[in-house]
Each structure stands twice: as C-alpha cells, then as structure tokens.
C-alpha cells in the first residue's frame, strides 16, 4: 500500500531483486568505486585467506566486495563496488 509520502516498503522490491541476484555473477560487470575501472566479475582477484572471500579491484587493489558466512547468516559487503551492471538475457 501507497504511503502519503510516495513510496511502498521494500517488499516490493523482491520480484526486481530476485531476478538479479539469480544472475550468472561472474557475466555481472562491476565499477570500482575507488579508481573508476570497470570490469566483469570473474576478470577481479579473489582472496581466500580473509574470514570468507574478499574480491579486489585488477586494476588499483581495493576491496570491491566481501562475503563471510557466518552461523548467524551471510554477510555480504558491496561498499567498494559504485554500481553493478547486470546483462540482459539475450546479450
Ligand atoms: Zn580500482
């Protein structure tokens, strides 16, 4: 339902979000927020040694995203990524 503000809550937000998040992730392109670069996924360095993976930027270093399990849930940390681009299907 419609607020008088504008807006609905989040719930309608899960069709969109899970289409995707049920993406191949490593086709999914993704932008540095630190130094600008732009690449897909499976072109990053992924480092094991960390509490979970973290997955770092080829081009500068920095940290693009971290994913840790946990007991309690997983826990995933996408603060060095400025945007995700998704391809279509057919692309
Ligand atoms: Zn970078």
Same mark, same amino acid.
């Given at each position: 339902m419609e607020t008088d503000y504008g807006y609905v809550d989040g719930n309608a937000a899960a069709g969109p979000l899970q289409e995707i998040l049920a993406? !191949?992730?490593?086709t999914v392109r993704g932008q540095c927020s630190h130094c600008g670069n732009t690449a897909m996924l499976a072109d990053t360095r992924v480092y094991f040694r960390a509490p979970g993976l973290v997955m770092r930027c080829? *081009?500068? =270093? *920095? !940290? +693009?995203l971290s994913l840790v399990a946990t007991a309690q849930g997983t826990w995933l940390d996408v *603060? =060095? +990524?400025?945007c995700l681009s998704i391809p279509a299907d057919d692309a």
């Open positions: 993406v !191949e992730p490593t080829r *081009s500068c =270093g *920095s !940290e +693009l *603060s =060095g +990524l400025s």
